[in-house]
T-cell receptor, first 112, second 112 residues
Framework: NAGVTQTPKFQVLKTGQSMTLQCAQD?????MYWYRQDPGMGLRLIYY???????DKGEVPNGYNVSRLNKREFSLRLESAAPSQTSVYFC???????????FGSGTRLTVV | QKEVEQDPGPLSVPEGAIVSLNCTYS??????FMWYRQYSRKGPELLMY????GNKEDGRFTAQVDKSSKYISLFIRDSQPSDSATYLC????????????FGGGTRLMVKP
């Protein structure tokens, strides 16, 4: 089925470890996004990529880096994980200029 | 104060009831208004999409926007247990690309 695929679905990290969250979409969308979702905080934008080759910071970018590898793939990297980064991470994509996003099923990350 | 406010609930109703979910916002530049539905341990999925003020109906769902009051609503008629989910409002300005600002979500439980 067409959509947004995120890997892994679950991950436990120790403080200071690094990891990369992977996201791929097969809808030929130009724009891709990374959000984190915390209880009572809603979805907060970490980074986005309006088109292949561009990335920009969102509301909460500290502690994260991103790579738009090609039009399909947009990865999120935690260089040195902290307990405050325990969250559910969602990747989303949209056709350029359109505001109806398609979300992946999320990655549940726990940092201990 | 958050840009978009949403009562977290939970809101518990009997099957068949009419449900009213609401969001208030502070940014008068918001022009696009969306409702996403999120089932437990899943990604959000777009439910309703409206531009500017007015009503939009889709089956049992009606989205209402009152820009003068900075208030949006989602009505669900003849609610079903399958409607049990978290409902997130989201909105965007005309000129801010297609970046969305989300509310924190309202958890709805429809009891048989």
């Amino acid at each position: 089925n067409a959509g947004v695929t995120q890997t892994p679905k679950f991950q436990v990290l120790k403080t200071g470890q690094s990891m990369t969250l992977q996201c791929a979409q097969d809808m030929n969308h130009n724009s891709m996004y990374w959000y984190r979702q915390d209880p009572g905080m809603g979805l907060r934008l970490i980074y986005y990529s309006a088109s292949e080759g561009t990335t920009d910071k969102g509301e909460v970018p500290n502690g994260y880096n991103v790579s738009r590898l090609n039009k399909r793939e947009f990865s999120l990297r935690l260089e040195s994980a902290a307990p405050s980064q325990t969250s559910v991470y969602f990747c989303a994509s949209s056709e350029g200029g359109r505001r109806n996003y398609t979300f992946g099923s999320g990655t549940r990350l726990t940092v201990v | 104060q958050k840009e978009v406010e949403q009562d977290p609930g939970p809101l518990s109703v009997p099957e068949g009831a009419i449900v009213s979910l609401n969001c208030t916002y502070s940014n008068s530049a918001f022009q696009y208004f969306m409702w996403y539905r999120q089932y437990s341990r899943k990604g959000p999925e777009l439910l309703m999409y409206t531009y500017s003020s007015g009503n939009k109906e889709d089956g049992r769902f009606t989205a209402q926007v009152d820009k003068s009051s900075k208030y949006i609503s989602l009505f669900i008629r003849d609610s079903q247990p399958s409607d049990s989910a978290t409902y997130l409002c989201a909105m965007s300005g005309q000129s801010a690309g297609n970046m969305l600002t989300f509310g924190g979500g309202t958890r709805l439980m429809v009891k048989p």
